[in-house]
C-alpha cells in the first residue's frame, strides 16, 4: 500500500502524559499537513510542512503541540500534558507541489487519541 | 460564524432518489473548491473539484456561486453507497490549507 500511513491507530492516554504520533506520507510528496478532528466536526487544520520547513499553523495548536518533519519525509506530532479536549482524530494529509491538476490532499486513516 | 457552513442533516432518502447539498464561505478571497466524501470512522477523500462553470461526474454535480460564497453538490439517482457524509471544502491562502464544514450526513435507504 503506497498511501499515506500513520501510526498508532489508536491511543489510550491519561491525563498529563505526553504522546507522539507518526505519519508516513505518500514517497516524494513533499506537502505533509495535520488536521484534527472531532465528533460531528470536519477536520480543522493545524499545520503544514513544505519538505522539512514548517510553513503554517494554526492557532490551534497550543505550545503543547509541536510537530516535526525533519528529513522532509515522515512527520511526528506531539502532545505534551494531555487534557481531555485533545481527544480527537489526528488526521495526516500530504500532496505533492509538482501536480498538474490541484494538488489533491490524500489523507491517512488518523490516529484517534483518547484522553482519560 | 463558522467560515464554511453546511447543512448537517441527516439526509434520509430512498434508493433513486435525488438529493441536494449547500454550503456558503465567508471568505471572499476563497480561490479553491471541494466536495469530500467521507465514510464512518474513515479518513476524508477527495470527491470532486467544483468549477465556476459547474461541473459534472457522472450522478455527482456541482455548482459554485461566487457571487453569494455558495457552492452545492447535486446527486441523482441514489444508490446505497452513497450513504456517507459529505465535506464542503474551501482553499484560501498560499499553502493550500484546507477549511472544512462540519459536513453534511446522508443516509440511502432501500
Known amino acids: 500500500d503506497t498511501g499515506v500511513s500513520q501510526d498508532p491507530r489508536h491511543k489510550i492516554t491519561k491525563r498529563g502524559q505526553n504522546v507522539t504520533f507518526r505519519c508516513d506520507p505518500i514517497s516524494e510528496h513533499n506537502r505533509l499537513y495535520w488536521y484534527r478532528q472531532t465528533l460531528g466536526q470536519g477536520p480543522e487544520f493545524l499545520t503544514y510542512f513544505q519538505n522539512e520547513a514548517q510553513l503554517e499553523k494554526s492557532r490551534l495548536l497550543s505550545d503543547r503541540f509541536s510537530a516535526e518533519r525533519p528529513k522532509g519525509s515522515f512527520s511526528t506530532l506531539e502532545i505534551q500534558r494531555t487534557e481531555q479536549g485533545d481527544s480527537a482524530m489526528y488526521l495526516c494529509a500530504s500532496s505533492s507541489i509538482t501536480d498538474r491538476s490541484y494538488n489533491e490532499q490524500f489523507f491517512g486513516p488518523g490516529t484517534r487519541l483518547t484522553v482519560l | 460564524r463558522k467560515e464554511v457552513e453546511q447543512d448537517p442533516g441527516p439526509f434520509n432518502v430512498p434508493e433513486g432518489a435525488t438529493v441536494a447539498f449547500n454550503c456558503t464561505y465567508s471568505n471572499s478571497a476563497s480561490q479553491s473548491f471541494f466536495w469530500y466524501r467521507q465514510d464512518c470512522r474513515k479518513e476524508p477523500k477527495l470527491l470532486m473539484s467544483v468549477y465556476s462553470s459547474g461541473n459534472e461526474d457522472g450522478r455527482f454535480t456541482a455548482q459554485l456561486n461566487r457571487a453569494s460564497q455558495y457552492i452545492s453538490l447535486l446527486i441523482r439517482d441514489s444508490k446505497l453507497s452513497d450513504s456517507a457524509t459529505y465535506l464542503c471544502?474551501?482553499?484560501?491562502?498560499?499553502?493550500?490549507?484546507?477549511?472544512f464544514g462540519a459536513g453534511t450526513r446522508l443516509a440511502v435507504h432501500p
Open positions: 471544502v474551501v482553499k484560501t491562502g498560499g499553502y493550500n490549507k484546507l477549511i
